[in-house]
């Protein structure tokens, strides 16, 4: 089958689209016929030789497919030959196929194409842990988002809405801030324009947010502890900006805050089961009732795998870049 391998580490120019066996599942697997998979600035970093694979992973890009399943375990049960299904992986995602753990495997949303439901998996999986599993987003509580206009800023913003939250978040241009607004958000604010957190500041009424959604980590460590609200719980998801920043231990502990970072892709095959479980029961409703939906930049074909790559590196999309396989 053909997926793209890197050769060696470093940039786009390492991404290469060769013949590679097929995958065979375990009794507890599934294959899926890839019909496209979701680009993540995960896959970046593993192109780059920062972010190697969990053990047992395959050692190929690419955390979420959409698909057709072709082959089933022998000891899975709820799936068969043909099903249309998006996944959550741990690593192999661009390539004609795929094997997946059973319980990472998720019936394709009413109401959306089989291309789209690529965009979903990581997006979804990642909001629904850190958001609402592990902060307890509340109606009516604020939730600031970084990275409006991500894939998992998009997801963050309409869950939040869904969920009966005020929704605040920082983009990096005017545009991205008239899409975040039209999709649902209170406030955007464009950190190249304005200090985000007086914004935060201002728009709260100085309460703060509740809960805060970060890619960022250190560069944005002190003025996220400044924006929390009483109660305020901050779930460091990225870092972008850094991995070391100093905290500010009074001012956490004057707001009686809680801050927790957390990670999707070295998880357990029952841990992620059990998130991705909450969301068919949560999110796939809400999905087919058009109130959340995936939002999508572009496709790019496999074989321009180092275009989705550069994308994403340049922050020029609004939502998921996919690949078409």
Not at 40 to 63: K, S, V, W
Not at 162 to 190: E, P, S, Y
Not at 237 to 263: C, F, N, P, V, Y
Request: hydrophobic share 45%.
């Amino acid at each position: 089958m053909r997926a793209v391998v890197c050769e060696g580490a470093g940039g786009v120019e390492v991404l290469k689209v060769a013949e590679i066996e097929d995958p065979t599942p375990a009794a507890d697997e599934v294959v899926i016929d890839v019909v496209a998979a979701g680009v993540n600035r995960a896959d970046l970093l593993q192109r780059q030789g920062f972010y190697p694979p969990p053990p047992g992973a395959p050692g190929t890009i690419g955390l979420e497919v959409s698909g057709r399943i072709s082959q089933v375990g022998a000891e899975v049960e709820g799936w068969a030959v043909g099903d249309e299904v998006c996944a959550l992986l741990a690593g192999g995602g661009y390539a004609e196929k795929v094997v997946v753990p059973a319980p990472q495997v998720m019936p394709v949303p009413d109401g959306i194409d089989l291309i789209s439901a690529a965009a979903l998996p990581e997006a979804v999986a990642t909001v629904w842990s850190n958001v609402f599993m592990t902060a307890h987003l509340k109606d009516g509580e604020t939730l600031l988002v970084h990275g409006g206009a991500s894939g998992i800023g998009t997801m963050a913003i309409q869950l939040g809405v869904a969920h009966g939250a005020r929704v605040l978040c920082t983009v990096g241009n005017t545009d991205k801030m008239d899409f975040c607004t039209r999709l649902g958000a209170d406030v955007a604010i464009n950190y190249k324009e304005a200090e985000w957190a007086s914004v935060v500041n201002e728009a709260t009424a100085k309460a703060g947010a509740d809960v805060i959604l970060d890619i960022m980590g250190a560069k944005y460590l002190r003025d996220n502890v400044k924006s929390l609200a009483y109660d305020g719980r901050l779930v460091v998801i990225g870092m972008q900006g850094g991995t070391k920043g100093e905290l500010d231990l009074g001012r956490l502990m004057s707001r009686r805050g809680l801050i927790t970072g957390a990670g999707l892709r070295a998880r357990s095959v029952e841990q992620k089961g059990e998130i991705l479980a909450e969301v068919v029961g949560h999110v796939w409703p809400l999905v087919a009732a058009k109130k959340v939906r995936p939002i999508v930049h572009r496709t790019f074909p496999l074989d321009a795998v180092a275009k989705a790559h550069e994308t994403l590196e340049q922050s020029s999309q609004t939502g998921k870049v996919l690949l078409t396989i």
